[in-house]
């Protein structure tokens, strides 16, 4: 059984940083690549950042580029998203998503850390 | 970016009518598009993908259709674990973007 397990979630000042953790199982976690989704409250869903299954390749969206950071270490089953530079808009559920081979939609989800951004 | 529109932001519906929710795309996605649900509290589930391949464990009363740039998911018949919110989310190119939702609610 596939399991996404987010942690690091937290409350942090504007202009602070965060880093959130994914431990992942249930599946060959090198193969796949990894995805982070986010949610603020009482919206939708929102594409944050993306890694192939060797980490060669990342990409972000446009609202993250230059402050988040995506990296795994495949040889603990992890992924991560460093957060710097956070601003009240980044507050949100962080998911820690699966995508299948070749393929950049997303077919098993974690159940989120919340990540608040607030003085 | 391509833009996600989906429409209507809610849906009333009776319990065993028929849904029909629809999400259009700024430009052509080809069958580059996933449709999520999610409950109150939990997760995004997928639901298709290809814009009509059933993910695994998904019943036969949803459907997805469409292509280039107009897509369409249909419940044929609303169970009460149905109502929920509804996503699609295009895959053609960076960036990925989501629709905006569909609520599904009991009328």
Redesign the interface.
């Known amino acids: 059984e596939v399991q996404l397990l987010e942690s690091g979630g937290d409350l942090v000042q504007p202009g602070g940083s965060l880093r959130l953790s994914c431990a992942a199982s249930g599946f060959t976690f090198s193969s796949y690549a990894m995805n982070w989704v986010r949610q603020a409250p009482g919206k ?4 944050v950042s ?1 890694i192939s299954s060797s980490g060669a390749a990342t ?1 972000f ?2 609202s993250v580029k230059g402050r988040f950071t995506i990296s795994r270490d495949n040889s603990k089953n992890t992924l991560f998203l460093q957060m710097n530079s956070l601003r009240a808009e980044d507050t949100a559920v962080y ?1 820690c998503v699966k995508s ?1 081979s070749a ?10 850390t919340l990540v608040t951004v607030s003085s | ?1 391509i833009v996600m529109t989906q429409s209507p932001a809610t849906l009333s519906v009776s319990p065993g009518e028929r849904a029909t929710l629809s999400c259009r795309a700024s430009q052509s996605v080809s069958s ?1 598009l ?1 449709w ?1 649900q ?1 409950k109150r509290g ?5 639901l298709f ?1 290809g814009a009509s391949t059933r ?1 695994t464990g998904i019943p036969a009363r949803f459907s997805g259709s469409g292509s280039g740039t107009e897509f369409t998911l249909t419940i044929s018949s609303l169970q009460s674990e149905d109502f929920a919110l509804y ?1 699609c ?1 295009h ?1 053609h190119n ?8 569909t609520k599904v609610e009991i009328k």
């Open positions: 939708g869903l929102q594409w993306t990409y969206a446009d998911y299948p393929s950049q939609y997303f077919d098993y989800w974690g159940q989120g | 970016e580059n996933a999520y999610q939990q997760a995004p589930r997928l993908y993910a996503y989310q895959y960076w960036p990925l973007t989501f629709g905006g939702g």
